[in-house]
């Protein structure tokens, strides 16, 4: 046993790895990922419509009423208001 052991310097090592089917399958989920984004957005708006709809009504009946409540109007404003603005901020942050 008179060899003398020396530490290996380098280690060179080749790889071969097959990435096609990762990349297509990334693309793939980010297409996905995409497509439920504008989704959610969509059916934000919707609600937001939704919110808008429901205060034009509550402003509608209190008109109606010659004893209408200046309060409950006064609520039905600011809440649409309010809806209005979110969603300009929402419609901002999407793009």
């Known amino acids: ?8 310097g380098e280690i060179n090592v080749k790889v071969d790895v097959e990435v096609a089917e990762a990349i297509t399958g990334l693309k793939a989920i980010q297409r996905e990922a995409k497509a439920a984004t504008k989704a959610l957005a969509e ?13 034009v009504r509550t402003i509608e009946k209190a008109l109606e009423n010659s004893s209408a409540d200046v309060s409950q ?6 809440e649409m208001f309010e809806t209005i603005s979110e969603v300009d901020a929402d419609e901002s942050n999407l793009r």
């Not at 008179?2 to 530490?7: F, I, L, N, V």
């Not at 059916?43 to 205060?55: F, K, N």
């Not at 109007?73 to 600011?78: D, G, I, P, Q």
């Open 73 to 78: 109007l006064k609520e039905a404003l600011r």
């Open 1 to 8: 046993m008179a060899d003398k052991c020396e530490s290996i």
């Open 43 to 55: 059916l934000r708006e919707e609600q937001e419509d939704l919110r808008v709809q429901a205060a």
